[in-house]
Nanobody, 122 residues
């Protein structure tokens, strides 16, 4: 099992920056991927930043060049630096982690944080 604790959400004005953080703890062998998603009321959860323990990162076009994910796989933490925020970035942001329970399995389990609200408004 993996427990995720998020922090860093809040209210900012358009053009400002915000940094989200997520720390993973619990009983697991290895985290293989750490991602950030966001969700608007009534909408599907969408991926905004992805990282792998091989150093790869991916972003959708909507945040490319503005958001940066930083995964520390030694400390089991992940952050999301969000710059040049826009009102359309307003959403609840979720930390997502995929982890192997033991060295005996390659199956990864999916875990979610509780979500943190980000509001971009003047």
């Amino acid at each position: 099992q993996v427990q995720l604790v998020e922090s860093g959400g809040g209210l900012v004005q358009p053009g400002e920056s915000l940094r989200l953080s997520c720390a993973a703890s619990g009983n697991f062998f290895r985290i293989t991927r750490m991602n950030w998603y966001r969700q608007l009321p009534g909408k599907k959860r969408e991926l905004v930043a992805a990282s792998g323990n091989d150093g790869t990162t991916n972003y959708p076009y909507s945040v490319l060049g503005r958001f940066t994910i930083s995964g520390d796989y030694a400390k089991n933490t992940v952050s999301l630096q969000m710059n040049s925020l826009k009102p359309e970035d307003t959403a609840v942001y979720f930390c997502n982690v995929q982890a192997r329970a033991s060295p005996a399995t390659t199956v990864v389990d999916n875990y979610w944080g509780q979500g943190t609200q980000v509001t971009v408004s003047s």
